[in-house]
């Protein structure tokens, strides 16, 4: 049930994203992701996993950040620019250094519905 859950939410959250990016043809490829899940069980009557806490990065996370409408702001925690979409609640930065890019979102599997990702300093 989790996979299944994982790659429903995983598929809308990139549908709704890649729709949105001006992409030609000619520039489509289907690539592996690189990133991590976190399942959260935490404010999930009966237990189970209520929220899937999701994060790209490297070139994945690059596309998504650069496709934002999203003004971006500087932001000391990653020594770099940040930027924000309220509307699905996803998180992209561009850091400085070593740090490269990466975008935080959430999914609630209860409410099916976006939620803003998880990220700390």
Known sequence: MFAKALKGSVAAFLACQLLAMPVAPAQAQETRLDGIVYPDSTECPGGGTCRLFFELRGADAK???????AKPEVDECVDGFFKHDEASG??????????GYGCFFGYDLRRQKMIDGKFSC
């Open 63 to 69: 596309l998504v950040y650069e496709s934002m409408q």
């Open 90 to 99: 996803l998180h992209c930065y561009k850091g400085g250094g070593d740090t």
